[in-house]
């Protein structure tokens, strides 16, 4: 009887064991479609995103295309002391955090007030026409925005020079740009930017406001006391993202907008832009990637920081 | 008694804050779309009017000389249309393929490997190797200078916060006990793809969808990188070429009239914008239909983006 219970259990181990075998097998194989699945956007992530971080080394390389990129010699941190020699580098630095700096700060005000407006008027039927077209201007490329502005700024025939009466050659004169790039940016981008807060002031619960207004809160309190408060975790949420970005710029706005004038650098010239010119235009490709890797290294690090700081504050809006 | 004195005082300034939201809004509307009728009033004016009275926002001497202009040069801007139309097409297709293709495997709870796969996605939203490199991978190893691949592949193929976003509306909205039954009634891989995961997905592979679509018809990066060829230009391209030659002649000849630029087979300034306004006039034309898509994808795409 023992026997037989002994053979059956190891009978049974046999079978198990053989399953196991099998089972192991069969996932690896149930599994082969999905890495097929998987395989035109690994291939693409390869060659778009992986193999251009490799590409870093290059900025610690003396190019010379003419035996290769990887057999040219090594330069150390060369090309980065002499980028940073340069007034090139500490004039698209300073741009372009100060761009940031102003229009993180700017933006942030504008596109709450813009949410808590239209979440006044939500209830009305033109604020279905209002909200799309005050987004409308996010959905044209920095090229038709180049167009828009030259109608604008253009010297001889601009809408601008003909109310003003004068003649001015915006597209020479860099100090009216710091200006005319903050109209610009935010024409573009309030309307999409106050999505976001329009969302988030959806969620919060009207009974709070109806409590409010039994207390004899006014508009103004409730905002100030129930809406901005309810906002706090995406404000912080929105503002350390885009510090994140810090080091970035709008190519499209800086360089096409500008009409890529050389005359308006010094308050134009951005990294994204500098990185570009030296590339193309002064085919100086050390330069270009030592600009280039040291926004990229500055970037990630900011990434991680802020996400460090968002995971403390509200883990579930944390990247990662 | 006192209470409705209460409630009235509180009225009051209720009301106030109500219509003063209401016309900053409808004023930023405004703000908001009155430099494209600028644009539209520069188009339709004759070019004498324009260099007599420069750029009004209402049209002078209305002429539809610069769209005539526009037909007489249709072979050019045809083809940059056609180009456009078909790198749009193709590329948004190909985009939401590859996105939901590899967002299904991420999705599957069994698959312990996806981890390991998300990781790899999820690094590249993180850390980039910059321009310049990106530039010499293309150029240099693809060989993509001057081919159509230039308008479709670099940067716009796939965006890894479209595939989390895919992943994400498979995992939350398909629950996995569907895929367990087409399996356990015989379904492969693709067909559960085919069959299940991309017809419960119209929503997300919308907007998705869109924005991509929105991407390829607005990039002109690619072509300001890798092409020079003008047949491979794309309207965007044309566009952003045009504005860059007449700017360069300008300064290179100090204060070059259009009449001169005219000579020199530039298109006028109404026949610019005219160019202009047929490349906005698409995307104007499909907006009150997809701007609730748009928004929504913004919500989402905008805190993870």
């Known amino acids: 009887m023992a026997k037989t219970t002994n053979s059956a259990v190891s009978e049974y181990d046999g079978l198990l ?27 693409y992530l390869i060659c778009n995103n992986y193999l251009p971080m490799f590409g870093i080394l290059i900025a610690f390389k003396k190019v010379n295309f003419s035996v290769g990129v990887f057999k040219s010699p090594w ?16 004039l698209m630095i300073r741009n372009t955090l100060l761009y940031n700096l102003v229009w993180i700060a700017m933006g942030l005000v504008i596109a709450v007030s813009i949410a808590i407006m239209m979440a006044e008027i939500s209830e009305r039927k033109i604020a279905k026409v209002i909200q799309p077209l005050i987004c409308f201007p996010s959905m044209i490329s920095a090229v038709i925005l180049s ?24 597209y020479t004169k860099a100090k009216y740009w710091p200006y005319i790039l903050t109209v610009v940016h935010f024409w573009q981008s309030a309307g999409q930017s106050s999505i976001i807060y329009m969302a988030s002031i959806g969620g919060i619960d009207k009974a709070m406001y109806e409590a409010a207004r039994i207390d004899g809160a006014g508009k103004w309190k409730q905002i100030v006391y129930i809406t901005l408060p309810m906002l706090r975790p995406m404000i912080i949420l929105m503002l350390l993202l885009s510090i994140g970005r810090i080091f970035n710029s709008d190519f499209g706005l800086f360089y096409q907008v500008t009409l890529n004038s050389g005359l308006l650098y010094s308050t134009t010239q951005t990294i994204d832009t500098y990185v570009y010119r030296a590339l193309i235009e002064m085919n100086n490709v050390g330069m270009s990637s030592a600009a280039s890797v040291f926004q990229a290294i500055i970037g990630f690090v900011l990434v991680l920081l802020s996400n460090l700081v968002v995971r403390k504050i509200d883990p579930d809006s944390a990247l990662f | 008694m006192e209470k409705v004195i209460v409630k009235k005082r509180e009225h009051i300034p209720e ?40 750029y009004q926002f209402i049209p002078q001497e209305f002429s539809l000389a610069a769209y005539k202009y526009l037909w007489a040069k249709r072979f050019t801007i045809g083809r940059c249309y056609l180009i456009t139309i078909l790198t749009t097409v193709v590329g948004t297709l190909v985009n939401l393929v590859i996105t939901s293709l590899f967002a299904y495997p991420l999705s599957r709870q069994d698959f312990k490997q996806r981890n390991i796969f998300a990781f790899i996605l999820f690094f590249t939203l993180l850390f980039n190797g910059g321009l310049t490199a990106s530039y010499i991978v293309w150029t240099r190893i693809f060989m993509i200078k001057n081919t159509v691949w230039a308008l479709l592949v670099p940067g716009l193929l796939m965006g ?41 997905s119209k929503p997300v592979m919308t907007t998705i969808g869109l924005f991509a679509a929105l991407g390829y018809w607005n990039n002109w990066t690619n072509g300001l990188y890798y092409i020079s060829d003008s047949k491979l230009y794309s309207v965007q391209v044309y566009l952003m070429k045009l504005m860059n030659d007449i700017q360069y002649l300008k300064s290179s000849s100090n204060g070059i009239e259009s009449a001169q630029l005219a000579t020199m087979s530039m298109p006028t300034e109404g026949a610019r914008m005219a160019i202009a306004m047929i490349a906005i006039l698409p995307i104007l034309l499909v907006y009150p239909f997809i701007q609730k898509e748009l928004v929504k994808g913004m919500v989402v795409g905008g805190v993870k983006g």
Request: cysteine-free; glycine content about 6%; charged content about 15%.
């Open chain 1, 17 to 43: 064991a053989q399953k196991n075998k099998k089972s192991f097998k069969a996932t690896a194989q149930v599994y082969i479609p999905l890495y097929l699945m998987m395989l035109p956007g690994f291939i």
């Open chain 2, 160 to 200: 890894g916060m479209n595939v989390l976003m895919v992943r994400n509306y498979y995992a939350v909205n398909i629950p996995y006990a569907i895929i367990e039954a087409a399996r356990i009634d015989g379904a492969n891989d693709l067909r559960i793809y085919t069959g299940i995961m991309v017809p419960l």
């Open chain 1, 147 to 170: 167009y828009i502005v030259y109608a604008f700024l253009s010297t001889n025939y601009g809408f601008l020079n003909q109310i003003l009466g004068t003649k001015i050659n915006f």
């Open chain 1, 75 to 90: 330069a150390g941190l060369e090309n980065f002391r002499f980028l940073f020699e340069t007034r090139d580098a500490y």
């Open chain 2, 15 to 54: 009301k106030g804050f109500h219509y003063t939201a209401m016309v900053i809004l409808i004023l930023l509307a405004i703000y908001s779309i009155v430099p494209f009728f600028l644009m539209l009033a520069i188009s339709v004016s004759s070019e004498a009017a324009l260099s007599k009275n420069g």
